[in-house]
């Protein structure tokens, strides 16, 4: 049975680990895109023969020997900074995907709302949709809301120190894009200009435990130490990721059990 995953850049890393550590998953697919490319590079050495790719996702086969697959698009990070591209092109690639899959697992939040309600814009798919969500079944805010725990545990941070600015070792490896466009500044001197006026005193470092800590902390230092704020850190987690993975399974496994499961009219691989 095919997991559909559409999911954002920033994501790359947790996506990988959990995907190749995740027993149940036979085969990873991936449709070869710029921001796909980090993605797949991290997942060649820990999958091996496991990993494929395709140029697009109408080359997928799926193969019925596998209890479950996963056929992956990625989608280039920035793009909350306009909504209406955002749900264009989430909307778009959710669809290509559906079309293969029996499930698909939506890896985004609200992402300053622009993601609100997605799921009934998509109620015609093909497939179910299985949304990031907090305990509460309420849709996680954003990409820092899911690796913290929840919304919940954001507002936990914000009431310590409301001048807190997150980081997590996605957020930081695209940060020479993300700062300059999430708060529309031309220069660097804008930015520190914003955050004098916002107050902002604190950056908090989520470690979720993936990559190498001691860059993550440098790297960390370093933004601290141009916008003069002071560092304090807390642990992240991948248990939202994960359960909405177990959730994509579940669903499918009840749905083949009740004969529900929609067959593929493409061959699958030999």
């Not at 989430?90 to 609200?110: N, T």
């Not at 990559?211 to 790297?219: F, I, K, P, Q, V």
Request: hydrophobic content about 40%.
């Amino acid at each position: 049975m095919v997991i559909g995953l559409l999911t954002c850049e920033i994501f790359e890393d947790e996506m990988a680990h959990m995907l190749s550590h995740d027993p149940d998953i036979g085969k990873v697919t991936f449709v070869e895109s710029g921001p796909a490319t980090d993605s797949i590079a991290s997942l060649h050495g820990l999958l091996g023969n496991r990993l494929k790719r395709i140029k697009d996702a109408a080359e997928f086969l799926p193969d019925s020997a596998l209890s479950f697959e996963v056929l992956a698009a990625v989608l280039r990070v920035a793009l909350h900074m306009d909504k209406t591209m955002l749900r264009e092109g989430v909307a778009e690639q959710a669809r290509i995907l559906a079309e293969k899959s029996d499930v698909l697992v939506l890896g985004y939040g609200l992402c300053g709302n622009g993601l609100l309600d997605i799921e009934k814009q998509l109620v015609d798919l093909r497939c179910p949709i299985v949304l990031l969500q907090n305990k509460d079944g309420s849709t996680i805010d954003d990409c820092v809301c899911l690796v913290l725990g929840g919304t919940e545990k954001y507002l936990d941070q914000v009431r310590r120190e409301a001048g807190t600015w997150f980081v997590t070792p996605g957020w930081l490896k695209h940060s020479d894009t993300l700062l300059l466009k999430e708060l529309h500044c031309p220069d660097i001197a804008t930015v520190k200009w914003i955050f004098k006026k916002a107050a902002y005193k604190r950056v908090l470092m989520v470690d979720t435990g993936i990559g190498d800590r001691e860059t993550l902390s440098a790297e960390t230092k370093k933004f601290a130490d141009t916008f003069g704020f002071y560092v304090d850190e807390t642990k992240g987690t991948l248990n939202i990721l994960e359960r909405t993975f177990e959730q994509a399974k579940s669903l499918l496994t009840k749905r083949e059990r009740s004969g529900n499961v929609k067959v593929k009219e493409d061959k699958a691989e030999a």
